[in-house]
Every structure is written in structure tokens, then in C-alpha cells.
């Protein structure tokens, strides 16, 4: 079993800043597949950004150039920065692992973006 716990969400203005962060229990974090979804209110859940164990990152190309995921596998961590925030970012971001065929979720941590 695989806990992961998002942070670092809140209210921003448009053109902001956010950074999340996602913890995640488990000694094998490194070969994990990590990776962001969102769902803005009354849409689907959408893929954002993720990376394999091996670094590779793939990028929603609503967010290219904007967002950068990263992993720490010190810290059991994968970060979200997100740059020049929009109004169409707001939604509640979640948190993924991909590990031996199974996917682990985390709760979701809320990022509003308003001015």
C-alpha cells in the first residue's frame, strides 16, 4: 500500500505561483511513476504532467512551458511548480503512483486561481 499526501495549494492570482508537493510512503518511491492529474470544477479528471523513475516527464500541452514536475527520492517527494498561473488552472490537483500495475491516489490538494 502506497499513502501519498499533497500540499501546497491555496488561492493565487492570475500570473502566480505555486509550488505543490506529494509524499509518499513506501522504500521503492524511486521506481515509482509519478505523476499529476487535475479535475476543475464540473470537468474530468486530466492528466498535467508526470515522470517515470528514470526521469522522463511528459507534460499536458496545456501547461508546456509553464509547469515543471520533479521528483526527490531522498525525500520520497514529487513537486509541481507551477508558473503564470491562469484562471483555467483552478481545480483540485491530485497526486498518482504507478507501481507494479496498480495506481495509488492521493486526496487532492485545492489550487484556486482568481484575482
Known amino acids: 500500500q502506497v499513502q501519498l499526501v499533497e500540499s501546497g495549494g491555496g488561492l493565487v492570482q492570475p500570473g502566480g505561483s505555486l509550488r505543490l508537493s506529494c509524499a509518499a510512503s513506501?522504500?521503492?518511491?524511486?521506481?515509482?511513476?509519478m505523476a499529476w492529474y487535475r479535475q476543475p470544477p464540473g470537468k474530468q479528471r486530466e492528466l498535467v504532467a508526470s515522470i517515470t523513475s528514470g526521469g522522463s516527464t511528459n507534460y499536458a500541452d496545456s501547461v508546456k512551458g509553464r509547469f515543471t514536475i520533479s521528483r526527490d527520492n531522498a525525500k520520497n517527494t514529487v513537486y509541481l511548480q507551477m508558473n503564470s498561473l491562469k484562471f483555467e488552472d483552478t481545480a483540485v490537483y491530485y497526486c498518482k503512483a504507478a507501481v507494479v500495475g496498480i495506481d495509488y491516489w492521493g486526496k487532492g490538494t485545492l489550487v484556486t486561481v482568481s484575482s
Open positions: 513506501g522504500s521503492i518511491f524511486r521506481l515509482y511513476t
